[in-house]
């Protein structure tokens, strides 16, 4: 598997700390993912789960594009991959897309995501309010980080499933 993790820095400001441990994560998914064929990816975890790998990457691309772009950044955007008719579009739906274009697609919402956020001060009020409550680009990194996390550990069981590697 290619691995392009960078190393997350042991000493560093809060803002530099959380955004290289999620840049880590995210590079932890892509790990996870290396190397399968397109209808490997689409391998559904076990009954009556709908998860894939395919299908944490486009949740992850529906994440990042929520959090970055609608809450920090004010876009106005909707979703890829689920709708109010289909909410787990982004798991069940997976016909709609190629892996390649789910790996484009996520790996530009990452690079909208390190626009928006790049040279913000930590304590940056997102333009939209979650549950009535205004969110900082703390908690906006501090939760994507947790999301990864929570999900590379069900990309890590998925790939075992698919082909007996496992790892970090």
């Not at 994560?25 to 009954?47: F, M, N, P, W, Y």
């Not at 501090?142 to 550990?153: D, F, L, S, T």
Request: glycine fraction near 6%; proline fraction near 3%; include cysteine.
């Amino acid at each position: 598997m290619t691995d392009a993790r960078i190393d997350v820095p042991f000493i560093a400001d809060e803002n530099t700390m959380l955004h290289s441990w999620l840049d880590w994560h995210r590079e932890t998914l892509a790990v996870k993912c290396a190397g399968l064929s397109d209808a490997q990816l689409r391998l559904r975890s076990a009954e009556p789960s709908t998860l894939s790998l395919l299908g944490l990457v486009r949740h992850m691309t529906e994440v990042e594009r929520s959090w970055f772009r609608n809450v920090l950044n004010g876009e106005d955007v909707g979703p890829f991959y689920y709708s109010d008719d289909d909410p787990d579009g982004d798991f069940d739906a997976l016909e709609t897309t190629t892996a390649e274009q789910a790996f484009a697609r996520w790996r530009e919402e990452i690079a909208h995501s390190r626009e928006v956020s790049a040279g913000l001060p930590i304590d940056t009020v997102g333009k939209e309010q979650r549950h009535g409550h205004d969110v900082s680009l703390r908690w906006i990194l501090v939760h994507m980080i947790e999301e990864y996390a929570r999900h590379n550990g069900h990309a890590d069981i998925v790939r075992e499933r698919i082909d007996g590697v496992a790892g970090e």
